[in-house]
């Protein structure tokens, strides 16, 4: 059996790299977008071109945007004084998709982790300290996931934060929706000691 092309499989390989995507889901991939060439390929490329050249991340937040100062950071109407604390910009992203935060962001660029050797000047900790100084910021609420360095982290920065403003967490749980037989341990023990007056 012949192999493809260096070209094809250069592209494989760089597709095979994105999250989601092994190698076999790559190969098929790429060959349906050179079956769908002018449909779907070049349209692709000329997209993924004009984002490496226009993307840039916000020098404030970290989102990522077109500006050097994302739409959210620039919004009067977004400081109210609350700032939302995320890991990445995807986590931004799907908070944005809720629809229900109206205040700004802080993204992190990550966890703490000592077994990868990331402490908090490797992740934007130390801006979001100075940003509570600067911005007034009242709140700062932890919307980090549920993981030993999630919580690791929500815990450094706390106490980072101790008596410089109120610093929440996301209600952990039962989701909605969700039934009791199917979650584990670690959350129905999160949902028992959040529990609420009915």
Known sequence: MSEAPRDIENLIELMAKLPGLGPRSARRAVLHLIRKRGLLLAPLADAMHAVAVSARECITCGNVGTTEVCDICS?????????????????????????VFKGRYHVLGGTL??????????????????????????????????TVDGQ????????????????????????????????????????????KRV
């Open 75 to 99: 919004s009067e109407k977004r400081a109210t004084g609350e700032l939302c604390v995320v890991e990445d910009v995807a986590d931004l992203w799907a908070m944005e998709r809720a629809g």
């Open 113 to 146: 982790s000592a077994l990868d050797a990331i402490g908090p000047d490797e992740l934007r900790i130390p801006k979001l300290v100075s940003r509570v100084g600067d911005e007034n910021i009242t709140e700062v609420i932890l919307a980090l996931n549920a």
């Open 152 to 195: 690791t982290t929500a815990h450094y920065i706390a106490e980072e934060l101790e008596g410089r403003c109120d610093v929440t967490s996301l209600a952990q749980g039962v989701p909605i929706g969700g039934e009791l037989d199917y979650l584990d341990d670690g959350t129905i023990t999160a949902a028992l000691r959040a529990r």
